[in-house]
């Protein structure tokens, strides 16, 4: 902490001169999550703020294709990834030549891409979803089957809570998917009266031997509103320690599993970001316009 102290006290007053805010995913350190950051959230909420915001620049505490949806969703904003190599296994899964091959495939039959997707891909699908809304987008489009990319796990997960047929692409979050329904039972033999709580990112059969599965936010809402006094969360390791930092009374039972591509953002990073404005974001205008009607649709489901 003593060496973040100037990291954050120089961020905080930089944003104020470039009239700057920071979105902070739920994956993002503690100290950007806590002592930096303008608004927090799962990536719905953080889609969401991003359409409201009114900042001149818009600095993305998460990765890539958050920064490019933050950008869609505000052409005439500065948006800064304050490192553009962070990726994401998911977005690095499917293209969107890929989409049009799918298209091909199955004609006439809806796609429905994760947010965790390029601006491309995002531009070629019908509607995106998230891992808080997925259900209730691929319900929205009135149809039986409809195609949902990229995350298999997540297709299985919601083809678990739905009559609707999905047909799923092969792509895997490389955090959620080591997460073994072995490795959960273990954990729950050892620490009675432990609550595990998962990411739909998780494989099935880890969701199944779980007490909970939603977002990020609802992961966090479920600590907040039930204070477990035993919780295990199976997904990124900063979640636990984000919460445990505002929470008393309840015990981070570990394992988690750290997404190399988010803890690429960090203080001097984003400092640098600010100072220099990089790495600037940037779609192209034709594409942002395709995709943000997908982004749009799913956030005018509410
Ligand atoms: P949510 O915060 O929307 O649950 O997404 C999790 C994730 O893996 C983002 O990269
Ligand atoms: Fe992508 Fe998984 Fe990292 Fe999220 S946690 S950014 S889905 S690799």
């Known amino acids: ?129 998230t891992s808080s809304n997925a259900v209730k987008v691929v319900e929205s489009l009135g149809v039986d089957t409809v195609i949902m990319v990229p995350d298999r796990f997540l297709a299985q997960n919601v083809a678990a809570q739905t009559k609707v047929k999905i047909i799923a692409w092969e792509g895997a979050c490389e955090v959620h998917e080591l997460f073994t329904a072995e490795e959960i039972e273990g954990f729950k033999a050892d620490h009675p009266g432990l609550k595990v709580i998962a990411h739909p990112e998780c494989p099935r059969e880890v969701v199944e031997v779980s007490d909970f599965s939603g977002s990020t936010a609802a992961m966090i809402d479920y600590v907040r509103n039930k204070k477990p006094a035993r919780v295990l969360l199976v997904t990124e390791c900063s979640m636990a320690d984000n919460i445990a930092a505002e929470t008393t009374g309840t015990e981070f039972v570990r394992p988690c599993n750290f997404c190399p591509h988010m803890k690429r953002i960090t203080l001097p990073k984003i400092l640098d970001s600010l100072l220099y404005l990089r790495d600037e974001v940037v779609v192209d205008p034709a594409v942002a316009a395709r995709a943000r009607q997908s982004v749009q649709r799913m956030i005018d489901l509410g």
């Open 1 to 129: 902490w003593p060496f973040h102290a100037p990291y954050v006290k120089a961020i905080n007053d930089i944003k104020k001169t470039r009239n700057a805010v920071i979105l902070a995913h739920n994956y993002q350190t503690p100290e950007i999550y806590h002592c930096v950051s303008d608004y927090i959230g799962d990536s719905l909420q953080l889609a969401k703020l991003a359409s409201k915001s009114d900042a001149d620049v818009i600095v993305q505490g998460g990765v890539y294709f958050m920064a490019e949806t933050s950008k869609i969703l505000n052409p005439e904003k500065t948006v800064l990834i304050p490192d553009a190599e962070a990726g994401c296994s998911l977005a690095a899964s499917i293209t969107g030549a890929d989409i049009r091959a799918l298209r091909r495939k199955y004609p006439g039959v809806p796609v429905v891409a994760y947010v965790n997707t390029s601006a491309d891909v995002k531009a070629e699908v019908d509607i995106c979803c």
